[in-house]
T-cell receptor, first 115, second 111 residues
Framework: DTGVSQNPRHKITKRGQNVTFRCDPI?????LYWYRQTLGQGPEFLTY????????KSRLLSDRFSAERPKGSFSTLEIQRTEQGDSAMYLC?????????????FGPGTRLTVT | GDSVTQMEGPVTLSEEAFLTINCTYT??????LFWYVQYPGEGLQLLLK?????DKGSNKGFEATYRKETTSFHLEKGSVQVSDSAVYFC??????????FGGGTRLMVKP
């Protein structure tokens, strides 16, 4: 069990550029979640997948954000035309889709800085 | 919608002191409740959980009891160590599968 991994760990970009982050979940986990955490705040839910299907999206996920999980394994989160307000830590988590399997396992996050 | 409120930090304690971090929630139905911990430079880790009223979650000397009558899930530890210094997040999971987090409480334990 290698845990949830995220790449890159840090990304600095200029306003208006597009960025893409990758998340590799724990291999047998069929649910994958994206959260955003700004400095001094708790994580906020963005979206989640069960296998390759995107089942829920938060209203925080504007049209500039898109997430995919094409083969039900890794996922990407793309932000187009970045804004300074997008600066945050982007967290990925995974879990099993089983009754009683409550725990979401979090990756280390990708810290985005928009200058 | 669902929400979680935690006491603001930082909480500064001396080693071996008693710890309480308050957490209250607002939710419809019967959520599951969690405490996550974030050590410096690391990702979120599940510390403990409780899935129904009156359940007590415990791990590494930390405890929290699911109190439906007061909608609370306060975190306690009888004797903190320097290594417990971290940010603690209370969270709930309701009918949807996403977690709703509180704002976090930073704990600093001094030798």
């Amino acid at each position: 069990d290698t845990g949830v991994s995220q790449n890159p760990r840090h990304k600095i970009t200029k306003r208006g550029q597009n960025v893409t982050f990758r998340c590799d979940p724990i291999s047998e986990h069929n649910r994958l979640y994206w959260y955003r955490q700004t400095l001094g705040q708790g994580p906020e839910f963005l979206t989640y997948f069960q296998n390759e299907a995107q089942l829920e999206k938060s209203r925080l996920l504007s049209d500039r954000f898109s997430a995919e999980r094409p083969k039900g394994s890794f996922s990407t989160l793309e932000i187009q035309r970045t804004e300074q307000g997008d600066s945050a830590m982007y967290l990925c988590a995974s879990s099993l889709a089983l009754i009683g399997a409550y725990e979401q396992y979090f990756g280390p996050g990708t810290r985005l800085t928009v200058t | 919608g669902d929400s979680v409120t935690q006491m603001e930090g930082p909480v500064t304690l001396s080693e071996e002191a008693f710890l309480t971090i308050n957490c209250t929630y607002t939710a419809t139905g019967y959520p599951s409740l969690f405490w996550y911990v974030q050590y410096p430079g690391e990702g979120l880790q599940l510390l403990l959980k409780a899935t129904k009223a009156d359940d007590k979650g415990s791990n590494k000397g930390f405890e929290a009891t699911y109190r439906k009558e007061t909608t609370s899930f306060h975190l306690e530890k009888g004797s903190v160590q320097v290594s417990d210094s971290a940010v603690y997040f209370c969270a709930l999971r309701n009918a949807g599968n996403m977690l709703t987090f509180g704002g976090g409480t930073r704990l600093m334990v001094k030798p």
